[in-house]
């Protein structure tokens, strides 16, 4: 095997929140990690279904974006949606 070609190999701080919500239609636990990394965004992390994205308050202004992230319904992204506008 050749010689190994890192990109990056970057250690960093990190903040990370462990949360757990009942919606009216689902339940979510969440780990919201906060870091310089990704601009002033949050890397979250939906431990159920093993989906996670980079959401920053524009990408839940985007149509569709929570629904393709994390393969929600339209009524169970919502409930994510408005949980995420108050901590990202």
Do not use: C, W
């Amino acid at each position: 095997m050749g010689e190994r070609f890192f990109l990056y190999d970057d250690t960093v701080e990190t903040k990370t929140r462990f949360i757990s919500f009942m919606g009216e239609h689902t339940r979510f636990d969440l780990a919201i990690v906060k870091s310089d990394r990704y601009y002033g965004k949050s890397l979250v992390l939906n431990i159920q279904s093993n989906r996670f994205a980079i959401i920053g308050s524009d990408d839940l202004d985007e149509p569709g974006y929570i629904e393709h992230a994390y393969q929600l319904p339209e009524d169970e992204a919502e409930e994510l949606r408005s949980f995420l506008y108050e901590v990202v």
